[in-house]
């Protein structure tokens, strides 16, 4: 390993920068549109910037590069699969647009303008929950990733984790998302020197032909075709592009960066831009992980390989940096991931079992004690959850969990004038039956009934999950048109 | 190298360096676009 105490020493330069920095937004802040959604004000460079800080911790280059290690080169489909989805969203302004003109701080809120009361707080449980679940396991994926290039100890590890969650936790609860974007961007340019720097050093140990070799020995055409890998196929192709269409415009850390530009226009070139380099970013953390194949062979494990290499190949001084860019990516997605579930609980759970409202400043002290129990939370959980199939797969069904029934409500919402409050609130139920199914049976598949086996394949019950909540949307609605005519809401969606 | 694989290369190269490029225009123009949010921003 090439660790050493010059390493750390820019490590801890970099983080004093960051909660220097990030304190300082604190005197900017007024009022809770100011905290919430940094006034509305960010332009395109820096929303793309901020967007794709969000959407990188170390937990993404984990899993990715662990994707990369077992799906050999068909795992870059899933880049590109990625991609188009959100190119998509950001050709059309498909929901994001929509939502954007509602001028809302969160998905929920629009449920009570198209809807009622009742599905925004169904929406909101359902949200919180999944979402932070979705998050739990992030802290573990980083312990593992140090572990692996500082050569350090598991017990070394969690005092780590520790420091860098109070780190993000006390920027966050003070400075709002403000804080939030400032941090991102430095964080944005740490990453993207750091992602660089990485890959040429990698591609000068390791080079194609040899991953090509790897691959084809310990894949076959299962690593090059992603038609014939027995952990991809059709379904696992259809539930990804639904997924990514839902989660791209609804998964509430990506949707509040819409909500933070500074015009519905601009909304939609963020996505736009931040799509076309999803792929790429995809890509990237994927070689790294078949480089480690290549490099180690498969007896190395998949999880493990990537920040091995890492360790091994990179050289100290330049590994400062390296940590320190995965150290920004975690903490830029903390950071906005903790903003944006605790503003789903203060404005979405609390808020309307309330019969008082909360005044502003009651709202953003609300946010900030959530801020805190949920760091609490993903430290324990992390800790103690053991991860069912891949690291992906699992982050994309409990996103599954609230986008599938949340898509169906807010596309519905949106573009079909019979979407009613029934409708929707049946979709937000349905939507969350097929991943708890998963989560549930996973654990007893070997003693199901053969019948039930398609359950616990997670790429059916992820594609079945998305499916799902569109058809019980559509029939209930139908069905309840007179009992529950559905609200107009066209006078809100005029352009800014 | 094979075919297959060789594609993939290309556009691994293509899609990496897309990124990278936006990364750095992204990069150039989100210092001015910080320091206008900051401006624009009610102080306390």
């Avoid at chain 1, 599938?404 to 039956?433: E, Q, R, T």
């Avoid at chain 1, 007179?482 to 809401?489: A, E, G, M, Q, Y």
């Amino acid at each position: 390993m090439n660790y050493t105490i010059f390493d750390t020493f820019i490590i801890i330069i970099y983080l004093g920068l960051t909660v220097y920095l990030g304190l300082r937004a604190k005197k900017y802040i007024e009022n809770s549109e100011g905290y919430f959604v940094a006034g509305r004000k960010v332009k395109l460079a820096l929303g793309i910037a901020t967007l794709v800080a969000t959407e990188i911790g170390t937990v993404t280059f984990m899993y990715m590069a662990e994707f990369g290690f077992t799906m050999g080169f068909s795992s870059f489909f899933m880049g590109i699969l990625n991609m188009i989805g959100f190119i998509i969203i950001g050709y059309t302004g498909f929901i994001v647009s929509g939502l954007r003109k509602l001028k809302i701080m969160t998905i929920p809120e629009f449920y009570e303008i198209k809807y009622n009361k009742n599905v925004r707080l169904l929406g909101g449980i359902v949200l919180f929950l999944s979402g932070v679940l979705n998050m739990g396991i992030f802290l573990k994926f980083d312990a593992i990733f140090l572990s692996e290039t500082m050569g350090l100890g598991q017990n070394v590890l969690i005092y780590i984790m520790i420091i860098m969650l109070i780190v993000v936790v006390s920027y966050t609860i003070l400075g709002g998302m403000l804080s939030v974007v400032i941090t991102d961007f430095m964080q944005f340019v740490i990453i993207s020197v750091g992602m660089l720097i990485v890959t040429i050093i990698i591609l000068t140990k390791v080079s194609f032909l040899d991953i090509s070799n790897a691959v084809n020995m310990n894949y076959g055409e299962g690593g090059i075709n992603p038609l014939k890998n027995l952990k991809m196929g059709w379904f696992f192709i259809g539930w990804t592009i639904i997924a990514n269409l839902a989660t791209g415009s609804l998964h509430q850390p990506i949707a509040a960066k819409a909500f933070c530009s500074e015009s519905p226009k601009v909304a939609r070139k963020v996505f736009l831009f931040f799509g076309l380099t999803l792929a790429g970013r995809s890509m990237v953390p994927m070689l790294w992980g078949l480089a480690a194949l290549a490099f180690f062979g498969p007896s190395v494990g998949a999880t493990i390989g990537m920040p091995r290499l890492i360790g091994t190949v990179v050289p100290s001084g330049v590994l400062g940096i390296v940590l320190a860019g995965m150290l920004a990516a975690s903490m830029s997605t903390y950071s906005a991931y903790l903003l944006s579930w605790s503003s789903v609980a203060t404005r979405d759970i609390i808020s309307p079992i309330r019969k008082v409202p909360l005044s502003e400043e009651q709202s953003i002290k609300v946010a900030k004690i959530f801020s805190l129990l949920i760091g609490i939370f993903i430290l324990v959980f992390g800790f103690l959850y053991e991860i069912p199939a891949t690291a992906y797969q699992y982050l994309v069904l409990t996103g599954t969990m609230y986008a599938s029934g949340a898509f169906a409500v807010v596309a519905g919402g949106l573009y079909w004038k019979k979407a009613n409050s029934k409708g929707a609130f049946s979709a937000l139920l349905a939507g969350i039956l097929m991943p708890m199914l998963f989560l549930v049976l996973e654990k007893f598949k070997n003693s199901l009934p053969e019948w039930m086996g398609f359950i616990t394949d997670i790429n059916i019950s992820g594609f079945v999950g998305m499916i799902l909540p569109i058809i019980v949307m559509v029939i209930v609605s139908l069905l309840t048109q007179k009992s529950t005519p559905p609200n107009d809401i066209t006078k809100y969606l005029k352009e800014e | 190298m094979d075919l297959a694989s060789t594609i993939w290369m290309i556009l691994f190269y293509i899609f990496s360096s897309i990124f990278f490029i936006i990364a750095g225009v992204v990069i150039f123009f989100g210092f001015k676009d910080l320091s206008d949010l900051l401006s624009k921003s009610e102080k306390k």
